[in-house]
């Protein structure tokens, strides 16, 4: 094999193994405070607009299913520079995805989704007091009395959820 070849096959193969360490690391990256997707029944007639989650898949919407079967969902750890985002699936993107849906049913970290004939007011909370709080639905909701924080890249989460700084 000619040496310019066998360098351009070293230097694709190392872009390839650099491409698969920024996929698998930023799932690796814990920082700040972890923010969390927290689930409360709500009576029927108090949500004003909600977002059918009887038929959400699993793997797409992992923090909304996970809030809405035990009360809260796993951590999730924003990363360094607001890197890790465009890399990993966040609960931001689920409330993203919910607002697609149906824009009034979700407004800045809150939304309201149905599944069954119950009605869930899901709300993201940061911090330590989301992390004690546990039970199982329904149950009292953690209050985020952290702000959130702002990012290099578009401003806070709540602002992006709102279109704002995009």
Same mark, same amino acid.
């Given at each position: 094999?000619?040496?310019? *070849?066998?360098?351009?096959? #070293?230097?694709?193969?190392?872009?390839?193994?650099?491409? #698969? %360490?920024?996929?698998?690391?930023?799932?690796?990256?814990?920082?700040? +405070?972890? &923010? &969390?997707?927290?689930?409360?029944?709500? @009576?029927?007639?108090?949500?004003? %607009?909600?977002?059918?989650?009887?038929?959400?898949?699993?793997?797409?919407?992992?923090?909304? *299913?996970?809030?809405?079967?035990? /009360?809260?969902? +796993?951590? &999730? &750890? +924003? $990363?360094?520079? /607001?890197?890790?985002? %465009?890399? *990993?699936?966040?609960?931001? +993107? @689920?409330?993203? !995805?919910?607002?697609?849906?149906?824009?009034?049913?979700? @407004?800045?970290?809150?939304?309201?989704?149905?599944?069954?004939n119950a009605t869930y007011r899901l709300e993201l909370v940061? $911090? !330590? !007091?989301?992390?004690?709080?546990?039970?199982?639905?329904?149950? %009292?909701?953690?209050?985020?009395?952290?702000?959130?924080?702002?990012?290099?890249?578009?401003?806070?989460?709540?602002?992006? #959820?709102? $279109?704002?700084?995009?």
């Amino acid at each position: 094999m000619r040496r310019i *070849t066998r360098n351009v096959v #070293l230097v694709v193969l190392a872009v390839l193994v650099l491409l #698969l %360490a920024l996929g698998a690391l930023p799932s690796l990256l814990r920082s700040g +405070d972890p &923010y &969390y997707l927290t689930a409360q029944t709500v @009576e029927n007639g108090s949500a004003p %607009a909600t977002v059918n989650a009887t038929a959400l898949s699993e793997r797409r919407f992992p923090y909304t *299913t996970a809030a809405l079967d035990s /009360g809260r969902s +796993d951590a &999730y &750890y +924003d $990363g360094p520079l /607001g890197l890790k985002e %465009a890399f *990993t699936h966040s609960p931001f +993107d @689920e409330l993203s !995805e919910l607002a697609a849906r149906n824009a009034s049913a979700v @407004e800045n970290r809150t939304g309201f989704v149905t599944r069954g004939n119950a009605t869930y007011r899901l709300e993201l909370v940061r $911090g !330590e !007091e989301a992390a004690n709080a546990t039970g199982s639905v329904p149950r %009292a909701n953690a209050t985020n009395a952290t702000s959130m924080a702002s990012r290099t890249t578009g401003g806070s989460p709540t602002d992006r #959820l709102a $279109g704002v700084g995009r």
